[in-house]
């Protein structure tokens, strides 16, 4: 499968690190998910996937910018970045995995 193979390798080598570690911390008491948690982590993951469907979809458009060099393929990278950021900024709060209250004040911390 290519290029994509390795980058499906790490995202499920990603994945299977993070569940590991949070059941290992769950194990020894360190991680506790709060009801809070729970109930958000589904519309996080359906967030997650419609953004990737919408990624899916922006980048049949944009196939032919990255057959065209470098500084197209990497215009057609930030564009599909900058469309993932934008569709998961808007589906997040929408399906309620996060409360706009929250962004804001997450956004607005100075360190």
Do not use: C
């Not at 994945?15 to 360190?30: I, M, P, Q, T, Y």
């Not at 032919?64 to 569709?87: E, I, P, Y």
């Not at 399906?95 to 100075?110: F, I, K």
Request: hydrophobic share 60%.
């Amino acid at each position: 499968i290519g290029f994509v193979g390795l980058a499906l390798a790490t995202a499920i080598a990603a994945w299977l690190n993070a569940g590991l570690l949070g059941l290992l911390l769950h194990r020894k008491g360190f991680f506790d998910p709060d009801a809070r948690l729970r109930a958000r982590l589904p519309r996080i993951a359906i967030a997650s996937l419609l953004m990737g469907a919408a990624l899916w979809a922006g980048q049949r458009p944009l196939a032919g910018w990255f057959d065209d060099g470098l500084w197209s393929g990497v215009a057609g990278l930030a564009l599909l970045v900058g469309g993932g950021l934008v569709a998961y900024g808007l589906l997040a709060p929408t399906l309620g995995a996060v409360a706009p209250a929250e962004l804001r004040a997450l956004l607005s911390r100075r360190p």
